[in-house]
Nanobody, 122 residues
Framework: QVTLVESGGGLVQPGGSLRPACVAS????????IDWYRQAPRKERKLVAA???????RYADDTKGRFTLSRDVVKNTVYLQMYSLKPEDTAVYYC????????????????WGHGTQVTVSS
């Protein structure tokens, strides 16, 4: 059993930055990576960033060059550093883990946080 808790969202102006964090606790944390999704109102949940698990992380096309994953293994925490935020980045941001098949679909993950709201607006 794994528990994920997101934090660090908020309201920011276009061009601003945020660094949401995802803190994981429970069992089997070392065998799963933690990825980030986002869901805008009335839209489907989409992958934002996938941990490379020792390799290179993968990012959604519309976030490449602006979003960066980092992790603190000791604290079981994954960060999503977001620069140059745009209004279209507005969404609830979720972290997810428990993906033994490395699926890029939401149904492939066993554990989800409850999300943190990111709003980009003037």
């Amino acid at each position: 059993q794994v528990t994920l808790v997101e934090s660090g969202g908020g309201l920011v102006q276009p061009g601003g930055s945020l660094r949401p964090a995802c803190v994981a606790s429970g069992d089997s944390l070392c065998i799963f990576t933690i990825d980030w999704y986002r869901q805008a109102p009335r839209k489907e949940r989409k992958l934002v960033a996938a941990d490379g698990n020792g390799g290179s992380p993968r990012y959604a096309d519309d976030t490449k060059g602006r979003f960066t994953l980092s992790r603190d293994v000791v604290k079981n925490t994954v960060y999503l550093q977001m620069y140059s935020l745009k209004p279209e980045d507005t969404a609830v941001y979720y972290c997810a883990t428990g993906n033994p098949l490395n699926s890029l679909l939401p149904a492939g993950y066993s554990y989800w946080g409850h999300g943190t709201q990111v709003t980009v607006s003037s």
